[in-house]
């Protein structure tokens, strides 16, 4: 298949089965990588299920719809008859009801339709981590097609049920965790794959059994001009933030509030902001009882990246908890606005981070004791954070922006449709 004539200007279909920014790293990664594309002269068309993403001027977006089964305010719901309009409507009924989750596989189905006969409309398919088995029919159809791979779904898998606080609790996430054989299927036979860190890339290969020459790194970015420092917004002493898009234990929020708790046997200003939300059935409120920290953490939610930003100025600290990271989006938007960073090391966070301790300070994760013992070291030594502050905007804005991630892409799907057998339309 031939890249667009003129300019080598390519149009890409691009995959996510929840593109909304608020459903984590992925929406956001989305979002921003389309529209830098869109910059460099390429056509990108958005295909996406509910919720659906923000998208910037000039990225064509196709709605995938579905029956939606998690949709607030009443998740697992049962639709009405009338709904049900397909097999693939019923597919993903039937995988609801036994405990299993469906959107990956169901999407790339809809998806693999709704592309039927429009090879002469797009150069190639970009997936956003669906990896769902209609991609191996889109293959089949011809379609050059690639993946990015944020992190392996296998590690939410083993945190989580590390995590399962009962047996009957375990055998439902090995239910809910069921398309994992199906991403791990399909990611073997996906000819290029795009990954966000150098730990991912070891961790796809051992866990998914991916072949590494077949895995290409480039790093995600952050918009400099919109997470910035502010320097005219007062800090708020003992105030630190964190971002939990997603309420799950590989997040390490549950430590935090334990570092928290001790940090304030020590510093009674100290608060924390977390930007989320509490997902129900979530242990973090009886923690948060246990330790007595009903005054000392606010939940923030639905907020833009402009006061987001302002958010970050008020803090003192940016705690990073996660027990594991592909990437972490949440690490170098704090880094971008100044703001001195106490990290774990699980997964690509020291790579993202750096280990030299010049730009952060970086702790085992799931360690309680060793956290409070940084934040209390950066609490109280105002020279270390505005250091810290300072070396971590140096280093987002010279390592990792959105522009040079959509360059390395767009690099990416040229060798791509290099490698794709041409075919006649």
């Given at each position: 298949m031939q890249?667009?004539a ?27 990588l389309?529209?830098e594309?869109?910059q ?9 299920g509910p ?6 001027e000039g ?19 049962v ?10 409507d ?8 036994t405990?299993?989750?469906p959107e990956p596989?169901t999407?790339t189905?809809r998806?693999r ?9 797009f150069d190639?398919v970009?997936d956003?981590?669906?990896?769902g088995?209609?991609l191996?029919?889109m ?5 050059p097609l690639?993946?990015t791979i ?10 989580d049920?590390?995590?399962?606080p009962t047996?009957r609790?375990r055998l ?6 069921g ?9 073997r036979k996906?000819?290029r794959i795009?990954t ?7 961790d796809?290969?051992?866990?998914l ?6 895995m290409s ?12 420092p502010h320097?005219?917004?007062a ?6 933030m964190?971002?939990?898009s997603a ?6 929020l549950?430590p935090?509030?334990e570092?928290?708790?001790?940090v304030?046997?020590?510093r009674?200003?100290a608060?924390l902001i ?5 997902k129900e059935g ?9 330790l007595?920290l009903g ?5 923030v939610?639905?907020i833009?990246?402009?006061?987001l930003a302002?958010w970050?100025?008020?803090?003192e600290?940016?705690?990073?908890p996660?027990l594991?990271?592909?990437f ?5 938007e ?9 990290a774990?090391t ?5 790579e993202?981070?750096?280990?030299d301790g010049?730009t952060g ?10 956290l ?12 270390l ?6 070396a971590?905007?140096?280093r987002t804005?010279e ?6 991630t959509?360059?390395?892409t767009?690099?990416?799907y040229s ?10 339309r």
């Amino acid at each position: 298949m031939q890249a667009r004539a003129g300019g080598g200007q390519l149009r890409v279909a691009y995959l996510v089965y929840r593109g909304n920014p608020r459903c984590g790293g992925q929406g956001v990664y989305s979002r921003h990588l389309t529209r830098e594309l869109v910059q460099l002269g390429h056509e990108v068309t958005v295909f996406s299920g509910p919720p659906y993403p923000e998208l910037d001027e000039g990225v064509g977006f196709v709605q995938v719809p579905s029956l939606d089964l998690y949709r607030e305010p009443d998740p697992f719901r049962v639709p009405r008859p009338k709904e049900f309009t397909s097999s693939i409507d019923a597919l993903e009924f039937a995988l609801m009801c036994t405990a299993g989750f469906p959107e990956p596989r169901t999407f790339t189905l809809r998806a693999r339709r709704l592309l039927a006969g429009q090879r002469d409309r797009f150069d190639l398919v970009h997936d956003n981590q669906s990896l769902g088995s209609g991609l191996l029919g889109m293959m089949r159809d011809g379609w050059p097609l690639m993946a990015t791979i944020h992190h392996p779904i296998t590690v939410d898998r083993r945190l989580d049920l590390d995590h399962a606080p009962t047996i009957r609790k375990r055998l439902t996430l090995r239910r809910w965790y069921g398309f994992v054989k199906m991403q791990m299927r399909v990611a073997r036979k996906i000819p290029r794959i795009l990954t966000v860190s150098e730990s991912s890339c070891g961790d796809i290969a051992e866990q998914l059994g991916v072949e590494r020459s077949r895995m290409s790194v480039v790093p995600v970015g952050v918009e400099e001009q919109v997470f910035r420092p502010h320097p005219e917004i007062a800090k708020v002493p003992g105030r630190m933030m964190t971002t939990a898009s997603a309420d799950v234990p590989m997040k390490g929020l549950v430590p935090l509030l334990e570092a928290l708790a001790k940090v304030r046997t020590e510093r009674e200003d100290a608060h924390l902001i977390v930007i989320g939300r509490v997902k129900e059935g979530s242990r973090v409120p009886d923690v948060m009882e246990r330790l007595g920290l009903g005054e000392a953490v606010r939940f923030v939610s639905g907020i833009s990246d402009d006061e987001l930003a302002r958010w970050y100025a008020s803090a003192e600290l940016a705690i990073v908890p996660s027990l594991y990271e592909g990437f972490s989006l949440p690490a170098i938007e704090a880094m971008s606005c100044g703001v001195p960073l106490v990290a774990t090391t699980g997964g690509a966070l020291p790579e993202v981070v750096g280990r030299d301790g010049e730009t952060g300070l970086l702790v085992e994760p799931n360690d309680p004791g060793a956290l409070a013992v940084a934040i209390l070291r950066a609490l109280g030594d105002a020279e270390l954070r505005a250091r810290l502050g300072a070396a971590g905007r140096r280093r987002t804005i010279e390592r990792f922006t959105w522009p040079v991630t959509a360059k390395t892409t767009a690099e990416q799907y040229s060798a791509l449709l290099e490698q794709h057998p041409r075919q006649p339309r």
